[in-house]
């Protein structure tokens, strides 16, 4: 009788389920602030513990191997290296100098939580990801790591826990910043309010998105054979390695597709790589055990609030000794820490008009980095402690 649902039909008809739930609840509030991405690993850690899926099935291991690695190089596809290059120095620094203190700091603790954690130098590379370019880059890495679907979730759990408290106070930090006189003294780098207005020809952030069938199919066309060219040249790797170096080449690979002009003006890759990683996270949850999750998961979100408040303090003491304007500073945290639209809400927030599209620009180095730098620091931690 139990688990309810058995079959391979019955079991991704749950996921499409699951996924489309947690896109549609994205309608309130709280769901918003929680994200679909959390919602789907919750759900599916109740249903596969509550027995009504199964805790294996065939799948799952058939989504586990294609779903990341496609939605990954979907996400790049939406990399624009020519308007990075345009951007002004000083965003740039603060971006950078972001991806630098989390890198850094997520090392030092690495280092010392690697022993006490299951995984814990896969851990460390997967918060430096999601540190340096959102939870997309958290979930490849752990792909490419090949880190357990307990760790992936007590990962993302964590994320959440230390995760959304930040951002919230993110949101909060230009109306505290530009009405404290204390801080004002302290920062006095800033825009005036006619240079944060701009010239009113900005873009409208989050407006509808249309796109084609044609559009899918070309996108879903090339995104596969990134991932066979890049899964056929890492069998070329030592074993040990070959996990990762095939995330790094699927992330070149697109990176480098994306500069076509044609791929360039095709439609809808950021939707259609957020479909199939939601799919991947739904099945991390079905292969959770709750008991084990639960244990894991605080000392986790103890690494978690060191490396997000060391990388804070780090970045704002670093970006401060370079006298970077506190709009790009602030902007550069959020795209490190979220996303580039998650950076740009904050600007659009803040009326910070002229710089929407500077913090989506800053949200995109973040993710093309973070796959690179968190394999990096993982491998360094793995090396220097044993783990």
Same mark, same amino acid.
């Given at each position: 009788m139990f688990p309810i649902f058995q079959?391979?039909?019955?079991? $991704?008809?749950?996921?499409?389920?699951?996924?489309?739930?947690? @896109?549609?609840?994205?309608?309130?509030?709280?769901?918003?602030?929680? *994200? &679909?991405?959390?919602?789907?690993i919750i759900l *599916?850690?109740?249903?596969?513990?509550?027995k009504i899926v199964p805790e294996s099935s065939e799948v799952?291991?058939?989504?586990?191997?294609?779903?990341? !690695?496609?939605?990954?190089?979907?996400? /790049?596809?939406?990399?624009?290296?020519?308007?990075?290059?345009?951007?002004?120095?000083?965003?740039?620094?603060?971006?950078?100098?972001?991806?630098?203190?989390?890198? $850094?700091? #997520?090392?030092? @603790?690495?280092?010392? @939580? #690697?022993?006490?954690?299951d995984e814990g130098w896969k851990v460390a590379g997967m918060f430096v990801g999601t540190y340096t370019g959102g939870s997309s880059n958290l979930t490849a890495i752990a792909t490419g790591l090949n880190a357990s679907a307990s760790t992936i979730a007590a990962a993302n759990?964590?994320?959440?826990?230390?995760?959304? &408290?930040?951002?919230?106070?993110? +949101?909060?930090? !230009?109306?505290?910043?530009?009405?404290?006189?204390? +801080?004002?003294? +302290?920062?006095?780098?800033?825009?005036?309010?006619?240079?944060?207005? *701009?010239?009113?020809?900005?873009?409208?952030?989050?407006?509808?998105?249309?796109?084609?069938?044609?559009?899918?199919?070309?996108?879903? #066309?090339?995104?596969?054979?990134?991932?066979a060219v890049a899964t056929k040249l890492s069998g070329f790797m030592s074993a040990d390695f070959a996990s990762a170096g095939r995330i790094l080449l699927i992330s070149t690979i697109s990176i480098i597709v994306a500069q076509i002009p044609a791929v360039r003006q095709?439609?809808?890759?950021?939707? $259609?790589? /957020? @479909?199939? *990683?939601?799919?991947?996270?739904?099945?991390?949850?079905?292969s959770v055990n709750i008991k084990g999750f639960l244990t894991s998961a605080a000392t986790i979100t103890l690494f978690c609030l060191c490396v997000i408040a060391g990388s804070l303090i780090l970045h704002v003491v670093i970006t401060r000794l370079l006298k970077i304007k506190y709009e790009y500073v602030l902007l550069g945290i959020v795209g490190a820490i979220a996303d580039g639209t998650t950076s740009s809400l904050v600007a659009s927030g803040a009326r910070w008009k002229s710089l929407v599209s500077v913090g989506m620009l800053m949200g995109v180095i973040g993710g093309v980095c973070g796959n690179y730098v968190g394999i990096t620091v993982a491998y360094l931690i793995r090396m220097i402690t044993g783990a």
């Open positions: 079959s391979t039909d019955a079991v $991704l008809a749950v996921i499409l389920c699951l996924v489309a739930f947690a @896109f549609w609840v994205q309608r309130f509030k709280v769901c918003k602030m929680i *994200g &679909p991405a959390l919602i789907v *599916g850690i109740l249903l596969v513990n509550l799952y291991g058939t989504l586990s191997t294609y779903c990341i !690695p496609i939605s990954m190089s979907l996400y /790049l596809m939406d990399v624009d290296i020519k308007s990075i290059i345009k951007m002004s120095k000083q965003p740039l620094i603060a971006i950078f100098c972001a991806i630098f203190s989390v890198s $850094l700091v #997520a090392f030092i @603790f690495g280092c010392l @939580f #690697a022993n006490s954690i759990a964590a994320d959440y826990v230390v995760g959304m &408290p930040t951002l919230v106070l993110m +949101f909060l930090a !230009p109306t505290l910043m530009k009405n404290s006189k204390k +801080f004002q003294k +302290f920062w006095p780098y800033s825009f005036t309010d006619e240079e944060l207005e *701009g010239d009113g020809n900005q873009k409208e952030l989050m407006a509808s998105e249309e796109w084609s069938i044609k559009e899918i199919a070309i996108l879903l #066309a090339i995104s596969v054979t990134v991932v095709l439609r809808g890759a950021m939707n $259609l790589g /957020l @479909f199939f *990683g939601m799919m991947y996270l739904t099945i991390v949850g079905f």
